[in-house]
């Protein structure tokens, strides 16, 4: 089975230590070292990880994360390559689950922020593999959006959300519909198909979790 989770993590791990702890993210306000940081959290430190998606528990998730990004960026970036076996989020049996998008949104956040930069091309594998996620993150993402929204991938399908109404149609490979449903917009390159004003404001709509 292809380990698409190991081949971002290292390809992340090696370009946050070329850019330095300093370099700009897609994530606004977000240099390397945070990203690292937000990384190691998720990963080594269950009490707090809880705070990435649950509103009460931020303060405290995001507290551990300031002193967890405090740490030698050299080191930060080491433990992100190396994950623990113990965790839920890294051991062998869940990596490629749990962080086979993860890495990639997040080596995409890093490449995406430097000018020059281009869309990579991704195994036929890893393509389909992120495409199984599409179906979800639309639902979460979009679920709400005032209009019938239809997010195409060509030659895999679609998936159809919204709340109905006017239609737009989304159209990417599955690696920039999964940029464009977790809240990369910006950087995504998709087509979208539609009202203009409806567009315009899924373009700028705060996606993701």
Do not use: C
Request: charged share 30%.
């Amino acid at each position: 089975m292809p380990r698409y989770a190991r081949v971002e993590r290292e390809a992340l791990a090696d370009l946050m230590l070329e850019l330095g702890p300093d370099a700009p993210t897609v994530n606004e306000g977000w240099t390397t070292r945070d990203l690292a940081a937000h990384l190691l959290v998720r990963e080594r430190r269950p009490d707090a990880a809880g705070g990435i998606l649950l509103p009460p528990l931020r303060g405290y998730g995001e507290a551990v994360r300031r002193r967890v990004a405090a740490g030698p960026y050299a080191d930060l970036v080491a433990r992100v390559r190396r994950p623990p076996l113990w965790s839920p989020m890294s051991n062998p049996l869940t990596d490629e689950l749990a962080n086979g998008m993860e890495f990639f949104v997040h080596h995409e956040d890093v490449r995406r922020a430097r000018s020059g930069w281009r869309p990579r091309e991704l195994p036929a594998g890893q393509q389909e593999a992120l495409w199984k996620r599409v179906a979800l993150l639309a639902r979460l993402a979009l679920r709400r959006f005032p209009a019938e929204v239809l997010v195409q991938a060509p030659g895999r399908g679609e998936v159809r959300v919204g709340r109905g109404g006017e239609r737009l149609r989304v159209v990417g490979a599955p690696g920039e519909l999964v940029l464009f449903l977790t809240g990369r917009q910006r950087v995504a390159r998709v087509q979208i198909d539609g009202p203009a004003e409806r567009a315009d404001r899924l373009r700028t709509a705060k996606l993701g979790f």
